[in-house]
């Protein structure tokens, strides 16, 4: 059993940047692929990025490559999701998740979920 918790959501400027973190707890964090998924109000949930358990290979939408960074601190139990260049666009509840495969962006192979932070972008 893996348990998720999101914080460092909240309101920016277009253009600003935010840290998400996502702490997990259990022995087994290091075992796990995470990822990072979105939902805008009224759209479905969407993956934004994923990384492999050790940290080596991340994959990333394409709306947020190149501005996204995904990392993981394997010590503290932690991913993290660095967001620079922030858009309207972004604009939404985003939800830590882990997974027994590894690096994956498919939302059916997550096992366990965050409650979500939502992360609102002005323009």
């Known amino acids: 059993q893996v348990q998720l918790v999101e914080s460092g959501g909240g309101l920016v400027q277009a253009g600003g940047s935010l840290r998400l973190s996502c702490a997990a707890s259990?022995?087994?964090?290091?075992?796990?692929?995470m990822g990072w998924f979105r939902q805008a109000p009224g759209k479905e949930r969407e993956f934004v990025a994923t990384?492999?358990?050790?940290?080596?290979?991340?994959y990333y939408a394409d709306s947020v490559k190149g501005r996204f960074t995904l990392s993981r601190d394997n010590a503290k139990n932690t991913v993290y999701l660095q967001m620079n260049s922030l858009i309207p666009e972004d604009t939404a509840v985003y939800y830590c998740?882990?997974?027994?495969?590894?690096?994956?962006?498919?939302?059916?192979?997550?096992?366990?979920w965050g409650q979500g932070t939502q992360v609102t972008v002005s323009s």
């Open positions: 259990g022995r087994t964090f290091r075992a796990h692929g």
């Open positions: 990384i492999d358990r050790s940290g080596t290979l991340t």
């Open positions: 998740a882990a997974n027994v495969l590894g690096a994956t962006p498919l939302l059916r192979d997550y096992d366990y």
